[in-house]
């Protein structure tokens, strides 16, 4: 059986080699449209199209329009945007999907595309595995002529509408404040300076200077030390990180330390819980979320439910308990009252939000949250059997468990986009949890590794 196409968060890998072709995008392009088609009832299907700073994303963007438009679909092309603004742009539209070119917080070799439902969330995965199936039969979807051929529609007003989507509710002001940006040469990279500045900050801005292949370089989200030492340097009242799409945000305060997404979580949730307007007094996180975090929620009277690693999975859990916040360590954060996705922009505002009307700063906040020392590292793998298959690893993981003695834990799981496999252990001592961790993943390295641990 060949490998699934779609992965955790849609197609992912080395753009110009398969999926990532542009032979495989147009086809991709006409077999989304003819499974919306099937689905929606509609004559005509619109999409929304949007993409990321990557070199790749015009090669991939016109092959699947081309697609798209062979098949009779409308195209909105709103160009370089956050993945969650084509998520609101497919809601704001009313179309049948929305299509995004990013591979995220990966390298610029990397591409994905990504698909919107109407209500801009994840396409179900039954209707990704009609596409695939499509994909793998003869050719069915529609090849209108004359007046029938699809219509692109360069849709210049992406940007100011989902910065008027930012604002509204919004009652926040930034007059004299300085805020530090670090863009990651990516999506955001136009639209957090003009979104800080329309709201009064003073903006110092990093990475905003894309060149197709610099983005996510020792940049953004997962590479804050540049803004740690900005944050510093300009005496800024806090540092926003965003990753490649924009659809995580980590922050810096105004001492120069790094604050994930536990402590906005954290944050975030006692504020709301505080004021009564945390829904079912839950939060949903995931696996990978400090134990420190279940302390801090635990003592406002919160309660911290679990679900594996991706930002799907904590959006189902939030919609099957009626939660309103939810999110990841990463930095993906659901503030669903605003969103249906991760926004790093929405998220900068919440938190920001609660900064003005508490009066305190983000150092300060972070005080309800004290974590637990944690390591990670990732192993580079050539395949992703079961954990239980790999000679040795479960004993000696056993054994780890054990070794702590209820006051810290172990995770092994696998990327669901990269070739990896992360070994996360959290306990009270650093040392060990150290050793421990270098031990399982040179297990893991010795039985299935193609490179290094990192």
Known sequence: MSPRLFGTDGIRGVANREPLVPETAYRLGRQIVATLLEHAGDSRVRLVIGRDTRLSGPMLEAALVAGALSAGAECY???VLPT????????????????????????????GIKIFS???????DAWEDEIEARLGAPDTAPRPYGGGVGRLVVYD????DYLAFCRRDADLRLDGVAV??????????????????????????????????NINRRSGALYPEALRKKVRASGARIGLAFDGDGDRLITVDET????DGDYILAICARHLAARGQLKGGLVVTTVMANLGLDRSLGEAG????????????????MRRVGANLGGEQSGHLIFLDRSATGDGLISALQLLGVMQETGRSLGELSRCLTKFPQVLLNVEVREKPPFEAVPGLAARLKQAEESLDGRGRVLVRYSGTEPLARVMLEGENREQIESLARELAGIIKGAIGSGKIR
Do not use: M, W
């Not at 007003?157 to 100011?160: K, L, P, T």
């Not at 120069?256 to 604050?259: F, M, T």
């Not at 911290?304 to 904590?314: E, I, N, P, S």
């Open 256 to 259: 120069g330390e790094v604050r």
């Open 84 to 111: 969650p603004a084509v998520a609101f742009l497919t809601r704001h539209l009313e179309a049948h999907g929305g299509i995004v070119l990013s591979a995220s917080h990966n390298p610029f070799e990397d591409n």
């Open 157 to 160: 007003r992406a940007e100011a």
């Open 180 to 213: 530090a940006l670090d863009c990651a040469h990516g999506a955001t990279y136009r639209l957090a300076p003009r979104l800080f500045r329309s709201l009064g900050a003073r903006v110092v801005a990093l990475g905003v200077r894309p060149d197709g292949t």
């Open 118 to 124: 109407p209500d801009g969330i994840k396409l179900p």
């Open 77 to 79: 092309a709103a160009g």
């Open 302 to 317: 919160i309660q911290a439910l679990k679900t594996q690693v991706g930002d799907r999975y904590v959006l189902e859990e």
